[in-house]
């Protein structure tokens, strides 16, 4: 292997410049916005496990309990897989000749990705499916279920914003990148 210095938007050799992978960025967002989901509001805060508001799951209860743990460690498995099916297109378009990204631009497509994450799975299982709240422990939980998608909603803006004003194409002329070749 050889290691060769690519400069900005790589060339295929047809005339066509290569930016970095959107998807996979956005798709490890997903995956790190339901590890913090499910690690500080299910485990560290324990506001709430996935099934604390189904009424044959009462957290009240050892078999409710039971079921809530089982549910939460699913729910922790698709977060695991969700991040490793991002980076292993990230490794994938990276050995296609994808550059890698702008530090900004990477970062605005993992919030886009985790306020994604809090839109649906605040929509779904706060509002259409009523799985949980986010402080099923309160009486009145619309107010943290709104705060909650509000929140996926500004990560969202934000994420968006940093990545269209950090673009790959174009403003990383004449920034470095290593690449390995064989």
């Not at 378009?93 to 839109?119: D, E, I, Q, V, Y």
């Not at 009145?140 to 194409?169: C, E």
């Amino acid at each position: 292997m050889t290691d060769q210095l690519r400069t900005g938007p790589t060339s295929s050799g047809d005339g066509c410049e290569r930016r970095p992978a959107t998807g996979p960025w956005v798709l490890l967002g997903v995956g790190l916005g339901g590890f913090v989901d499910g690690i500080l509001l299910h485990q560290v805060l324990q506001w709430h496990h996935l099934l604390t508001a189904h009424p044959d799951h009462p957290p009240t209860t050892v078999p409710g309990l039971q079921a809530n743990t089982l549910a939460d460690g699913l729910f922790h498995v698709g977060s695991w897989v969700a991040v490793a099916a991002g980076l292993a297109w990230l490794l994938v378009a990276w050995r296609r000749g994808a550059p890698a990204p702008r530090p900004r631009w990477a970062m605005g497509l993992l919030l886009l990705g985790w306020g994604l994450f809090n839109l649906v799975e605040g929509a779904v299982n706060h509002h259409l499916l009523g799985l949980h709240h986010v402080r099923d422990d309160l009486g009145g939980p619309l107010a943290w279920d709104l705060g909650f998608l509000a929140f996926g909603l500004l990560l969202v803006l934000i994420g968006g914003l940093l990545a269209r004003t950090d673009p790959p194409q174009g403003a990383s002329a004449g920034r470095a990148t290593t690449v390995r070749s064989r």
